[in-house]
Structure formats: C-alpha cells, structure tokens
C-alpha cells in the first residue's frame, strides 16, 4: 500500500468512541468515500491498519467492509485486498433497513431460513454436520442474552455455509447483525417466543438424513412462532 494513501487515512479517519457499533466504522469508511479521499479504484488499508486506525476490533471493521461490500461501495479481492468499487451512498437504503420492523425482518428471514435448509440436505458434509452440532450445543449453552443472541444467528448462518450456495451465504452473511440482535431482545423480552433446542435440533436431524423437505418443514417450524406472535403485535390482534 502506497505511503501517499497512508497519509490520507490518517488525516481523514478518527478513532471512534468507545462502545460504538459496527454503524459508527461504516459510516467513517463510506465518508472517506463521499468525501473523495478513497477514489474508485484505490485499494484500502487492511482492517489490522483500519482496527488500529479506529481503536475498534478487526471484527467490528469486516462486519462493516462486508456490508459496504453487499451494497456494491466495496470490493473484496481474494489476496489482493478491499478496493473502492462505487462511489453511491448507500446509507439511505442501510438506515431503511435498520428501521425496518421485526417482523418485517422475521419475514424474510423465514424464506432464508427454509431454502437454506433444505439446501444444506442436499449438499452438507460430515464437516458441515461436525461444525452444526458445535454450533448447535453453544446455542443451547449460552445464557445471558448477547451470548444468546450471538450463537443463535451463528447455528442459522452455519446451516446457510452448508447450503453451498454463494448467494445465500452472503444475503445471511449481510443480516446476520440484525438476526443476533433480534435474537438477543426476544430473550430479553419474554412475550415473544424463540424455539427452543429441540426445533433447532430437528434441523439439524434432517439435514443429517439428507431429507429436504423435513429440514425445510424444521427450519419454518423455528420462524414461525416467533413471526405469528410478531405479527400479532403489530396488527393488535389477539393471538
């Protein structure tokens, strides 16, 4: 990476508060963006330089690279480094999104959910079932409420990589923030139920026994309570 682009970041990128979420990150990035001090083309420092650069974790900077990515700001490429790839503004559609109701997101998450169970039948390795049941038994252990959330939207992410379809992968790599905060206010929140171990253990029964439909019928059999009661809420009607 060239000295001149180093500089640049330096003088334009501040340390973010502490405590800030992966919006703060994104919204420096995409400033530098907006703002002309990374031009199309210009490749970025590596998120150990950004993570340093911001005083955040290089966890916090990826989950914002990817989004900026999923939008088209940014490109990734494989061993070369994140290029500048648009210069849009695609904070507007991101803050749409973030308002976005729970049910709303319950919606769309059911349809991920189903197509990436009923893909990872067809297509899981003993790898893929080693690594479920991992992350299944975590999500059965965790107990306080981000612990909680964090392994959840980590089982449904782990069920979608199986499903070793690309595109899917990244639409839930892309809503995974809201999934594991959406997961953590409903076991704040105990009006609202989430499906307990067994539901997400027949899930992971029938993608073991390479049935489709069963694991497609298991994956809406998790979402579907959970949406009802949201649905519910939403439309004042009794449930």
Do not use: K
Not at 23 to 44: F, P
Not at 130 to 138: I, S, V
């Amino acid at each position: 990476m060239s000295d001149v682009l180093l500089v640049g970041v330096q003088l334009t990128l501040s340390r973010v508060p502490g405590g800030s979420t992966v919006d703060a990150v994104l919204e420096q990035l995409q400033a530098q963006v907006s703002g002309g001090s990374w031009t199309v083309g210009t490749r970025i420092p590596a998120e150990t330089e950004l993570a340093a650069l911001l005083g955040v974790s290089r966890p916090c900077v990826r989950e914002a690279i990817r989004a900026l990515t999923h939008v088209g700001v940014l490109e990734v490429r494989r061993g070369d480094g994140t290029y500048v790839r648009s210069a849009a503004d695609p904070r507007p559609l991101l803050n749409r999104m973030a308002r976005a109701s729970a049910r709303d997101f319950f919606e769309v998450q059911l349809g991920y959910d189903v197509q990436a169970a009923r893909l990872a039948a067809r297509r899981r390795t003993d790898a893929d079932l080693a690594r479920l049941a991992e992350l299944l038994r975590a999500r059965d252990a965790a107990v306080e409420p981000d612990e909680f959330g964090a392994a959840d939207a980590a089982f449904h992410l782990g069920v979608a990589e199986a499903s070793g379809n690309p595109v899917l992968i990244e639409a839930m790599r892309f809503s995974i923030g809201r999934l594991r905060e959406s997961m953590r206010d409903i076991r704040l929140d105990r009006d609202v139920p989430e499906a307990g171990p067994a539901a997400h253990r027949a899930v992971l029964d029938a993608i073991a026994a390479r049935d489709p439909e069963a694991a497609a019928a298991a994956a809406a059999a998790v979402v579907e309570p959970t949406l009802a009661v949201l649905e519910s809420l939403t439309t004042g009607a009794p449930r």
